[in-house]
T-cell receptor, first 113, second 113 residues
Framework: SQTIHQWPATLVQPVGSPLSLECTVEGTSNPNLYWYRQAAGRGLQLLFYSVGIGQISSEVPQNLSASRPQDRQFILSSKKLLLSDSGFYLC????????????FGPGTRLLVL | GENVEQHPSTLSVQEGDSAVIKCTYSDSASNYFPWYKQELGKRPQLIIDIRSNVGEKKDQRIAVTLNKTAKHFSLHITETQPEDSAVYFCAATIPPYLGDMRFGAGTRLTVKP
């Protein structure tokens, strides 16, 4: 069966510091991968998605970036965090083409102070 | 692109009553409609989904209906229980499912014992 991991689970960072969040998927090959952000009490905002190694599509221009160095690894980064980057970051995966359902990881709660 | 609207934003019902959450979508090419349940501090989890070739789908106390002509779909929960309390998100996606899933803003359901 497939599992999705995210770390860290929680993170408190000062404004202007860098960020690196990691997501890995097990039990499947060539998944579609997604990064979402959820502000407190709000909906899901798609940030990036990837259909393969090195292929990243950005939905919202911002100070965040994503990379996919390996088939089942997805990384969300920032060089300088803003207060507005605080939120719950969710990674998700789906099987390409044959199944549309997205399955979410446990999330990383980020607080920027 | 696709736009999904969800109503109501909050819903409070007595235990045992039914709850209905409605979503509308804008792109007639959308053909897959999942519903997710998110408990406080947890990841969204798929509870039911429907494809455009089906008008209704049921799973125990949960059902989803789809009206393609009117471009709306609804989640029905019968005999609600306190553990049904959560935020529910609808979504719609367009083939070929590459970053095209759009989520509603969410409905916070509270079931009062």
């Amino acid at each position: 069966s497939q599992t999705i991991h995210q770390w860290p689970a929680t993170l408190v960072q000062p404004v202007g510091s860098p960020l690196s969040l990691e997501c890995t998927v097990e039990g499947t090959s060539n998944p579609n991968l997604y990064w979402y952000r959820q502000a407190a009490g709000r909906g899901l905002q798609l940030l990036f998605y990837s259909v393969g190694i090195g292929q990243i599509s950005s939905e919202v221009p911002q100070n965040l970036s994503a990379s996919r160095p390996q088939d089942r690894q997805f990384i969300l980064s920032s060089k300088k965090l803003l207060l507005s980057d605080s939120g719950f970051y969710l990674c998700a995966w789906s099987v390409p083409r044959s199944q549309e359902t997205q399955y979410f990881g446990p999330g990383t709660r980020l607080l920027v102070l | 692109g696709e736009n999904v609207e969800q109503h109501p934003s909050t819903l409070s019902v007595q235990e045992g009553d039914s709850a209905v959450i409605k979503c509308t979508y804008s792109d007639s090419a959308s053909n897959y409609f999942p519903w997710y349940k998110q408990e406080l501090g947890k990841r969204p989890q798929l509870i039911i989904d429907i494809r455009s070739n089906v008008g209704e789908k049921k799973d125990q106390r949960i059902a989803v209906t789809l009206n393609k002509t009117a471009k709306h779909f609804s989640l029905h929960i019968t005999e609600t229980q306190p553990e049904d309390s959560a935020v529910y998100f609808c979504a719609a996606t367009i083939p070929p499912y590459l970053g095209d899933m759009r989520f509603g803003a969410g409905t916070r359901l509270t079931v009062k014992p």
